[in-house]
């Protein structure tokens, strides 16, 4: 069965600092890859996505993720965070050429502190 | 152009009473699918309805159902409710026709409170 894991659940940074969250996923196919942020009283909103192509994704708000076929990794990145970045933080795959079903790893809460 | 939206916003129900969750999809979207988030978890897969019938469903049981119109707007059921079914429940919308573009858009949510 597929399955999402995002190996840090409470990241605390001060702003300026480098941000890496681990996503891993378990799926023995072609996969999409998602991450999705959900701010304080917001819903979910996209980041950035992986379909096919260059595995270096950048996404919005100086985001972007690296997709490892090899280690089933894809991770997010952002090289210096700001206090609005606080959110909590989603990573998701679905399997290639399925229009449904998003498998979500349980999240990321990021807290920047000013 | 508006995005997904949800009906109610937040709704209080008692052990074992029916709730009716209500979804319109996104502007040109035609398949909507709802999502389960526990607090601290990541959302879960309920199911997803494309040309009103269920195309796709994760592991819930049957007390969970839904319903979708011809405008596309969804409903999603739940019976015989337990505590365990206090959640937010997320309808996220979608266009099936685009190859291999699955993005899903999220409306935001209706928090499910059973007592």
């Known amino acids: 069965a597929q399955s999402v894991s995002q190996h840090n659940h409470h990241v605390i940074l001060s702003e300026a600092a480098s941000l890496e969250l681990g996503c891993n996923y378990s799926y023995g196919g072609t996969v999409n890859l998602f991450w999705y942020v959900q701010y304080p009283g917001q819903h979910l909103q996209l980041l950035l996505k992986?379909?096919?192509?260059?595995?270096l994704v950048k996404g919005i708000k100086g985001f972007e993720a690296e997709f490892i076929k090899s280690k089933f990794s894809f991770n997010l990145r952002k090289p210096s965070v700001q206090w609005s970045d606080t959110a909590e933080y989603f990573c998701?795959?679905?399997?290639?050429?399925?229009?449904?079903?998003?498998?979500f790893g349980q999240g990321t809460t990021l807290q920047v502190k000013p | 152009d508006a995005g997904v939206t949800q009906s109610p916003t937040h709704l209080i129900k008692t052990r074992g009473q029916q709730v009716t969750l209500r979804c319109s999809p996104k502007s040109g979207h035609d398949t909507v699918s709802w999502y389960q988030q526990a607090l601290g978890q990541g959302p879960q897969f309920i199911f997803q309805?494309?040309?009103?019938?269920?195309?796709q469903r994760g592991n819930f049981p049957d007390r969970f159902s839904g319903h979708q119109f011809p405008n596309y707007s969804s409903e999603l059921n739940v019976n015989a409710l337990l505590l365990g079914d206090s959640a937010l429940y997320l309808c996220?919308?979608?266009?099936?026709?685009?190859?291999?573009?699955?993005?899903?858009?999220f409306g935001p949510g209706t928090r499910l409170t059973v007592l």
């Open positions: 992986y379909f096919s192509g260059d595995p």
């Open positions: 309805y494309y040309e009103e019938e269920e195309r």
């Open positions: 998701a795959v679905s399997s290639s050429g399925n229009t449904g079903k998003l498998i």
């Open positions: 996220a919308s979608s266009r099936r026709m685009v190859p291999n573009y699955n993005e899903q858009f």
